[in-house]
């Protein structure tokens, strides 16, 4: 019973296509996270929901749009995909009321554009 | 600037011995927490330990331990009786204040175990 799940696992695309990432987490978090690693392996927000609302945007380009449809779900869409979009993104979850606050991770969705 | 340093790219050790992986970090905030993750090849990440900014004791988690040393803002993972299965991508991470705040992660530290 997979905690945090995010689909698909692969994508590969086109430049100027548009793709979307889906999780979502059944622990009853309030928190929610997409963070992208790029080639060097270096891990990097890009946003976080609370119970839905947005509430970290790390500069990210306006291509990219996340969407939180409740607490449970956090999706990923961008837009006119580009080459430096390339990496694996991962989904993570965290609950705030808890000591340590440490994230839950999917097992990663892996982006290649070409 | 940095927040976290992870300065060993990467390590080889033999397998049963103990490795210290290094990490430092740089915060003015008082409370924070400091997390390390180990990333295998196949690309989960897997939270290991937690250190928060007030905690007296290291932290242990079987195998595991944080040598934590607050005045020099080290925070070093330290793995002991190393098996085959340790060897993969080591991350440290800070969270500062508490609550839902973001991790910040280290570039990160390949471990490789030789038999």
């Known amino acids: 019973d997979t905690a945090v799940s995010q689909t698909p696992k692969y994508l590969v695309t086109q430049m100027g296509n548009d793709k979307s990432i889906k999780c979502e987490q059944n622990l009853g978090h309030d928190t929610m996270y997409w963070y992208k690693q790029d080639s060097k392996k270096f891990l990097k927000i890009m946003f976080s929901y609370n119970n839905k609302e947005l509430i970290i945007n790390e500069t990210v380009p306006n291509r990219f749009s996340p969407k939180s449809p409740d607490k449970a779900h956090l999706n990923l869409h961008i837009n006119s995909l580009e080459l430096g979009d390339s990496a694996v993104y991962f989904c993570a979850s965290s609950q705030d009321q808890g000591r340590t606050g440490e994230l839950f991770f999917g097992e990663g969705s892996r982006l290649t554009v070409l | 600037a940095q927040k976290i340093t992870q300065t060993q790219p990467g390590m080889f050790v033999q397998e049963k011995e103990a490795v210290t992986l290094d990490c430092t970090y740089d915060t003015s905030d008082p409370s924070y927490g400091l997390f390390w993750y180990k990333q295998p090849s196949s690309g989960e990440m897997i939270f290991l330990i937690y250190?928060?900014?007030?905690?007296?004791q290291n932290a242990t988690e079987g195998r595991y331990s944080l040598n934590f040393q607050k005045a020099r803002k080290s925070a070093n993972l330290v793995i002991s009786a190393s098996q085959l299965g340790d060897s993969a991508m080591y991350f440290c991470?800070?969270?500062?204040?508490?609550?839902?705040?973001?991790?910040?992660f280290g570039q990160g530290t390949r471990l490789t175990i030789n038999p």
């Open positions: 991470a800070m969270r500062e204040g508490w609550g839902a705040q973001k991790l910040v």
């Open positions: 250190q928060g900014s007030y905690d007296q």
